[in-house]
């Protein structure tokens, strides 16, 4: 078994429309997301995940010189990951292919 990060990237629109749902949608969003993880966590291939805020900070120049996040004129950002354990690079896609950010055409990339 090796592992790999399965890395959810979705338009900066679809990623901050979550914060404006109703609570009733955003507990369906996040039971969707809580099936798919639990399934893999049942297969005992989950090792972690969390999502990432819409936002961030870019440190350079050794340390120096802290900007505003590339997302901020990118069209896309990463809104979180989950570690898994797959016997190849095939099972990690094929685990992947389940994920619910499908749903807002977001992408997984897997690494």
Known sequence: MEK?????HNAIPNETAFLDMSPEAMQAEIE?????????????????????????????????????????????????YTLISAASFDEAVALASGCPIFDSHGSVEVR
């Open 4 to 8: 790999f990060m399965l890395i959810f």
């Open 32 to 80: 969707k997301w809580n099936t798919w993880i639990g399934g893999l966590a049942a297969q005992g291939k989950m090792h972690g995940t969390e999502a990432l805020l819409p936002h961030g900070k870019v440190i350079n120049g050794g340390g120096t010189v802290v900007t505003d996040g590339p997302y901020t004129e990118g069209k896309e950002i990463v809104g979180g």
